[in-house]
């Protein structure tokens, strides 16, 4: 099985400030990837997805992007953090037909 | 209205006792369900697939019913370490969709 790593695990960031988490993945090949934002006390939200080297899908309109320059590598990027962006931020990998599974996630603070 | 949807409680129940809820979804296409625990600040963690005929995973059941579009999750001789957040799960097509969570609270 796979075990998905994501870094750094707690963040704080002023508004304005740029953003870099990544997510590798170890166990897997091609696997597929997302990037979740969970905010307080809210549901879980879709905010990339990858199939492959250099293939994205953003699923929300917002100040955030997503690269995957290798495999088993995902990256979520901001060039300007916004109080909003607070949150959660989860990777996820895609094993067997539908199973998603998360990384310890990355803890975000915007001030 | 949400793609899913889930009760938030809490459930407040005794050690030992059965608890139940449930999380409907509008999509009825979808094909696949999950339930996924959550611990206060930690990522979720697959706790069981649902499929069609309902299945058991020691004291937990989860059950589907397509008809009126919920999956529903029981407990039963509930563990203080039951305490979490369940989230609900379907996939209506390439992605899955999460509910709010249902928060369980088992006190001694």
């Known amino acids: 099985s796979q075990t998905i790593h994501q870094w750094p695990a707690t963040l704080v960031q002023p508004v304005g400030s740029p953003l870099s988490l990544e997510c590798t993945v170890e166990g897997t090949s091609n696997p597929n990837l997302y990037w979740y934002r969970q905010a307080a006390g809210r549901g879980l939200q879709l905010l990339f997805y990858s199939v492959g080297i250099g293939q994205i899908s953003s699923e929300v309109p917002q100040n955030l992007s997503a690269s995957r320059p290798q495999d088993r590598q995902f990256i979520l990027s901001s060039k300007k953090l916004l109080l909003s962006d607070s949150g959660f931020y989860l990777c996820a990998c895609r094993q067997g037909k539908d199973t998603q599974y998360f990384g310890p996630g990355t803890r975000l603070t915007v001030l | 209205r949400k793609e899913v949807e889930q009760d938030p409680g809490p459930f407040n129940v005794p050690e030992g006792a059965t608890v139940a809820f449930n999380c409907t979804y509008s999509n009825s296409a979808s094909q696949s369900f999950f339930w996924y625990r959550q611990d206060c600040r930690k990522e979720p963690k697959l706790l069981m697939s649902?499929?069609?005929s309902g299945n058991e995973d020691g004291r937990f059941t989860a059950q589907l019913n397509r008809a009126s579009q919920y999956i529903s999750l029981l407990i039963r001789d509930s563990k203080l370490s039951d305490s979490a957040t369940y989230l609900c799960?379907?996939?209506?097509?390439?992605?899955?969709?999460f509910g709010a969570g249902t928060t369980v609270t088992v006190r001694a």
């Open positions: 649902v499929y069609s």
């Open positions: 799960a379907v996939m209506p097509d390439y992605k899955l969709s």
